[in-house]
């Protein structure tokens, strides 16, 4: 199969129709092999509804139902753990990703060997102060971090060789982070297309401003599991070795003080009257507890068997 298109959905039933007919109209006329995945979020609409009429009448369309709503990270993890295309394609449902993009997307993984391709909406229809501006210091922030030099790391339309997706695991809200994950997995030749933004025809957008905080914590959250995910020690370890080697060595100078008074008979406090006696027992305290974060996050880092368990109410 040449294409699997996997579109992420939730209560978008009045624009899944014409972005139903607008993808075979493409794949059929480059003479693609397709299959389109929609996967619905939790919609309490009639998405459902209508991706059942739709693969009625097309043989070509799968539908994943969730029971609620658990978020476009979810979404994608079983998207792509459904394709079978050797080219992946994500784009979102509400019409402001066009389809017509799709081919060239295809070129560049199969003739310019990418290994996964983001979208770059460079002229954007959003709103300048909400959406606009946020999404430029968001994407800047990412570059600086991650290292990737993408204008547009968190666009809905990418296009990925099929061993990318099938490597590469997609929790919480890393969606935004996908092609860093990528990158983190060994597949490095990663590459941006600018493509064209359409204004949105039904319904409202399904993100608020919350997205940028969480988006920001995520960002942190992914460049300490990357460089310490298999590792804590060497980050609790490091930290906690040195706040408490630093308690350690300011009691023994709070304790040298004291027996130097008191060998030149030198009037002298109590050491347990000395504030920074506290201040050193305190930091040897929170240096162990430090080291032991550290020793316990090895024993259980990334053995949960619950993250990627969604509970999914229909296939088709």
Known sequence: MDVSIIVPLFNEEESLPKLHEWIVRVMQEHNFTYEIIFVNDG????????????????????????RHNYGKSAALYCGFRAAKGDVVITMDAD????????????KMITEDKYDLVSGWKKKRYDNAITKNLPSKLF????????????HDMNCGLKAYRQDVVKNIEVF??????????????????????????????FGVSKFGLNRFVNGYLDLMT??????????????????????????????????????????????????????????????????????????????IIRNSQERNNYLIEKEI
């Open 139 to 150: 994407n800047a922030t990412a570059r600086r971090v991650t290292g990737l030099r993408l």
């Open 95 to 106: 019409l402001q990703d066009s389809p017509d993009e799709i081919p060239e997307l295809y």
């Open 172 to 201: 919480g809200e890393m969606h935004r982070y996908i092609p860093y994950l990528a990158k983190m997995a060994g597949f490095t030749r990663i590459g941006e297309k600018v493509v064209q933004h359409r204004k949105r025809e």
């Open 222 to 299: 992914l460049w300490f599991l990357t460089k310490f995910g298999k590792q804590p020690m060497h980050f609790f370890g490091l930290i906690g070795s040195l706040v408490f080697l630093l308690g350690l060595v300011a009691i023994l100078v709070v304790g040298i003080h004291k027996l130097v008074a008191l060998a030149n008979h030198v009037p002298a406090i109590l050491v347990t009257d000395s504030p920074y006696f506290y201040l050193s027992i305190l930091a040897m305290i929170l240096g162990a507890m430090l080291f032991l974060a550290g020793f316990l996050a090895e024993l």
């Open 43 to 66: 919609s309490t609409d009639h998405s459902w509804q209508v991706i059942e009429t739709l693969s009625e009448e097309n043989p070509n369309v799968h539908g994943i139902k969730f």
